[in-house]
């Protein structure tokens, strides 16, 4: 076994922007051939190995794009247009059609959204094993009763798909801005945990998440990030 090897679902999460699940299940299901040849789990790919899925060779020169981009309200994160609601890459240039979004926004909030063909790199934000801590701006449509402050922040809220506990921090007096912080990533979480207690989220803006800030990003702009 050459030294250079790389297992095959790393490969693919390299040069396809799948993530390494991902590409194990498209191995399970015989759509990935290693120089013609059906390839199996644990498979692992040497240098000059020709590695296709359906049959189309996989191009090992493309480069790791990571982009930030400030989603404004009103876009999906999607690559197909949803009713009248375009999708955010309507906000960039062609070259860079291709990239996934990294987690999602809904389309009635905005913020940071990222995006990437770096398979292992969307995992590593978006799976809960690793807690990439993510921050919003929040505003009611009436004020939050301490009582239910402290029933999120401390105990949580039971959701139809588990406990939601978030970390509030009270922006002014009125009480109805909060900034919100958590580690999840559940649909929806946020507005569901508000609703939940009767409020309703009016606006729900993403200004961090992980390492990367959203800064002074103006609305429907992006920028390359490292």
Avoid at 15 to 27: C, K, M, W
Avoid at 49 to 65: E, H, N, R, Y
Avoid at 162 to 183: A, P, Y
């Amino acid at each position: 076994m050459s030294e250079d090897s790389t297992r095959l679902n790393k490969f693919l999460a390299l040069h396809s922007g799948t993530s390494r699940r991902q590409a194990d299940e498209l191995i399970e299901k015989g759509r990935v051939t290693i120089n013609g040849h059906a390839a199996i789990i644990g498979a692992r790919v040497a240098p000059g190995d020709v590695v296709a899925v359906d049959g189309k060779p996989i191009d090992t020169s493309t480069q790791k794009i990571y982009l930030a981009l400030h989603k404004p309200v009103g876009y999906i994160c999607s690559r197909k247009q949803q009713g009248d609601s375009p999708t955010i890459y309507e906000l960039l240039p062609p070259e860079f059609h291709t990239l996934k979004p990294v987690g999602r926004l809904d389309r009635d909030s905005s913020g940071i959204i990222l995006l990437s063909n770096d398979g292992d790199f969307a995992l590593q934000m978006t799976h809960p094993r690793y807690s990439k801590v993510k921050r919003y701006e929040v505003t009611l449509d009436s004020a939050l009763e301490p009582l239910h402050q402290q029933m999120i922040s401390d105990f949580g809220v039971d959701l139809d798909d588990g406990k939601s506990q978030l970390t509030l921090e009270r922006k002014d007096d009125e009480r109805k801005d909060w900034i919100v912080t958590m580690s999840e990533g559940r649909n929806r979480q946020i507005r569901r945990t508000f609703g939940s207690l009767g409020y309703t989220v009016l606006a729900l803006h993403r200004t961090n998440f992980g390492t990367y800030s959203l800064g002074d990003l103006a609305p429907g702009s992006y920028r390359k990030e490292s």
